[in-house]
């Protein structure tokens, strides 16, 4: 099992010493392969407009549109970067008193980029940490396998990439734990 930290901004990672600042530069990396990039504007799964890494926003707030012009790859890079930054306040503060290994938290805020702030907030996976079943909460990544109301386990719904993207997750959750 790895060893587990605290989260910074809590009390306990504050008197802990040890303690987890963010989204690792690998774990940064992992979001960036999956998301994969694109320079121009497209449609995403749900049909809103994305650019980058699968950003929906750009850093200064703005929503992106289908008429805004190309990034860079390093400018895609920074939205990301920019994105767990404006997250990390928040996540942080759903994850107090929980310790985590850097690979738990990495994987857990790539769930959060992927799937939302809200839905990283009601999930079986923040429930089953807040009573420290790590297992548990690696099985529950397993449920999160629906895009746009299609299960995507099934090859033929277009969207196999979500659910593989949630067996790597929980392989990776599993190996944090064992």
């Known amino acids: 099992m790895k060893t587990k930290y605290y ?3 809590t009390l306990a990672a504050a008197i ?5 600042s963010g989204v690792s530069d690998p774990g940064v990396a992992y979001t960036g392969s999956k998301e994969g990039f694109r320079s121009v504007p497209y449609k995403d799964i749900g049909g809103v407009p994305t650019v980058a890494f699968g950003n929906t926003v750009h850093p ?19 939205y990301l970067k920019a994105h767990y930054a404006k997250d990390a306040s928040v996540f942080n503060k759903s994850l107090q008193g ?26 079986s996976m923040l429930k089953n940490l807040k009573t420290g079943q790590y ?3 690696c099985n529950s990544l397993l449920k999160y396998k629906y895009a746009a109301g299609r299960d995507c386990s099934i090859r033929s719904n277009n969207c196999y990439g979500v659910y593989l993207r949630q067996v790597e997750r ?8 064992s």
Do not use: H
């Open 60 to 78: 200064d707030g703005r929503k992106v549109k289908m008429t805004d012009p190309p990034v860079s790859k390093k400018q895609g890079l920074e």
């Open 135 to 137: 297992t548990q909460a």
């Open 98 to 123: 929980i310790k985590l290994s850097q690979d738990e938290y990495d994987l857990y805020a790539d769930f959060s980029y992927q799937f939302g702030q809200t839905t990283w907030a009601k999930s």
């Open 170 to 177: 929980y392989d990776k959750c599993i190996g944090a734990n």
């Open 7 to 9: 989260v910074i901004g």
């Open 16 to 20: 802990g010493g040890f303690f987890i």
